[in-house]
């Protein structure tokens, strides 16, 4: 088995309580999350690299609306 690396990746305050609020619903480990996230960022990049900066594009765009749409909602917390 290959030898892993270490990452350390710093949140702002809303991603770190979205990704808190998706641990805990889901009893997943912050560091699972970060992984699939990075996993499937990966696969779409290999999938399509000539696509990827459009998909960098596109996420910037689908962050703001996300935001905004949280902003507007109201999430109970158990």
């Known amino acids: 088995m290959a030898a892993k690396k270490r990452v350390t990746v710093n949140l702002s305050d809303d991603e770190h309580s979205i990704m808190s609020e998706i641990s805990d619903k889901f009893h997943l480990s912050l560091a699972w999350l970060g992984r699939r996230a990075i996993a499937d960022l990966i696969e779409k990049y290999n999938a399509g690299p000539e696509q990827f900066p459009n998909l960098l594009l596109s996420h910037k765009h689908t962050k703001t ?14």
Request: proline share 0%; aromatic share 0%; no cysteine.
């Open 65 to 78: 609306s996300h935001d905004a749409d949280r902003r507007t909602t109201t999430t109970k917390r158990h």
